[in-house]
């Protein structure tokens, strides 16, 4: 989908995204200076990609007397007034002067807004920090919100901050194409502010589609969902205009889609659902629909949940109380008896898997995180280990080889599709301006 093709399919739309745009520019001379100094261990907010309902108002005196409330969505932890837009400060992550990488060509982008106050999230971060000086990943992570009420008025009243998100990944997309093709970055990979990587081990390259595979040459977005659909918590995004298209279309969905937004459950995670899925959606008019530049992909590659089901067998929520010795995974077939039937979800983590994303439980995040980072930071060899990636790489590799040989049929078939389109078009303009001018001639014969 490009800016254009947008334009012939929404023209009110367009002015919306090209206004984004505009402020983006703008944006990012604010941010033209990079600090160099590393990680800060500010405090952070969550982005808004709960896969759960959610979370309840402020919890009673005792953790042990949480109730899930499911009509609401509000972060207890988080400060709930939209402060005035500031420029954020662009803070990364790379290899220290004893770096075990060069710089890559993949780079991550987080977001930590509103200050709260969670140690435990810094923590977590530190594990991204291993990560990145193992492999040479810059970090690109903004502190502050960068959007007003234009965007940021959720109707709901959730805590300020997601859509910094998405113009945030924007900012870094158009600067990095501005960019000579040969100093550009290839891949951007998106992380919550909630995830803590597990095995440190394990390359994001492994994970990008081959680039000499003709039906995956359109691919611009891998995307993992669960039982809630899509989740944009962790997913990856191709330096190409494409990407920019989409994301001005994620920021700028609060307002041409103000009264979908109304009674959405998320924010950003909405707009990725409607955009990619929703026969309402501009990409529902392009060729393929859009299906050309997004793939989804297995969730435990790098969006792995540390619950086996986000209910108990008589529909409590997981995340309303403490996490309990016999929830926190061992990362096996064993699951806790949750009063369901004992299946392995495929979204379950496992010993091995890259990262584990604790998306839906900021009201009892300490209690769910700091076991899982102090396994993470404890790097035990099942859990953190060079070995997982050459299993990973055979089912990867199996994987694009099946989507690329799916992906060339589905092109091919969009490109007959198409092309009888448009003949049926030049047809049909053929014989109306034909029926035009016999009308014309008739009238004159009558006169």
């Known amino acids: 989908m490009t800016l254009h093709s947008l334009y012939l399919q929404r023209p009110a739309k367009v002015v919306t995204v090209l206004a984004i745009l505009a402020f983006v520019w703008l944006w990012l001379g604010t941010v033209h200076s990079v600090s160099l ?101 810059t970090h690109y992570i903004a502190k502050y919100q960068a959007v007003s009420d234009l965007i940021e008025h959720d109707r709901q009243h959730r805590a300020a901050g997601a859509w910094t998100k998405p113009v945030y990944i924007l900012s870094i997309l158009v600067a990095e194409l501005e960019k000579p093709p040969e100093e550009r970055l290839k891949w951007l990979f998106w992380f919550d502010a909630d995830t803590a990587i597990m095995n440190p081990y394990t390359p994001l390259e492994i994970f990008t589609p081959p680039d000499d595979a003709e039906g995956l040459k359109n691919v611009d977005l891998l995307i993992a969902s669960n039982w809630d659909g899509l989740n944009s918590g962790v997913f990856a995004l191709r330096v190409a205009p494409w990407s920019v298209s989409f994301i001005s279309a994620v920021l700028a969905y609060p307002i041409y889609e103000t009264a979908r937004q109304a009674t959405d459950r998320f924010r950003d995670q909405s707009a990725f659902q409607f955009l990619l899925k929703h026969k309402e959606s501009p990409l529902a008019d392009s060729p393929m629909a859009g299906h050309d530049h997004w793939v989804e992909v297995p969730i435990r590659w ?100 099946t989507t690329n040989e799916k992906m060339k049929v589905d092109i091919a078939k969009s490109k007959i599709e198409e092309a009888e389109k448009k003949k049926a078009r030049e047809k049909a303009e053929k014989e109306k301006k034909e029926k035009e001018e016999q009308e014309k001639k008739e009238k004159e014969e009558t006169r």
């Not at 108002?57 to 499911?70: G, I, K």
């Not at 979204?347 to 769910?368: E, N, P, T």
């Open 302 to 401: 790098f969006n792995s949940l540390p619950v086996n089901n986000a209910f108990y067998g008589n529909g409590t929520w997981v995340f309303g109380k403490n996490m309990t010795e016999c929830l926190f995974d061992k990362g096996t077939m064993e699951v806790c008896d949750d009063g369901h039937d004992g299946k392995v979800n495929a979204w379950k983590i496992m010993q091995g898997d890259l990262c584990v994303h604790f998306a839906g439980s900021s009201w009892v995040r300490d209690s769910w995180m700091e076991p899982w980072v102090d396994r993470a930071e404890a790097e035990l060899p099942e859990w953190a280990n060079a070995t997982t990636k050459d299993r990973l790489a055979v089912e990867v590799k199996e994987f694009w080889d």
């Open 37 to 137: 100094s590393g990680f800060s261990n500010s405090h952070v907010n969550v982005d808004d990609t709960d896969i759960t309902p959610p979370p309840p108002p402020p919890p009673p005196t005792t953790p042990e007397q949480a109730q899930p409330n499911l009509d609401s969505k509000v972060d207890s932890d988080a400060e709930t007034d939209v402060t005035p837009p500031s420029p954020p400060k662009i803070e990364f992550t790379t290899g220290s002067s004893d770096s075990k990488a060069p710089p890559a060509k993949i780079a991550k982008i987080s977001v930590t807004t509103n200050k709260l106050n969670a140690p435990v999230i810094d923590r977590a971060f530190l594990t991204h920090t291993r990560h990145n000086e193992r492999h040479g990943y």
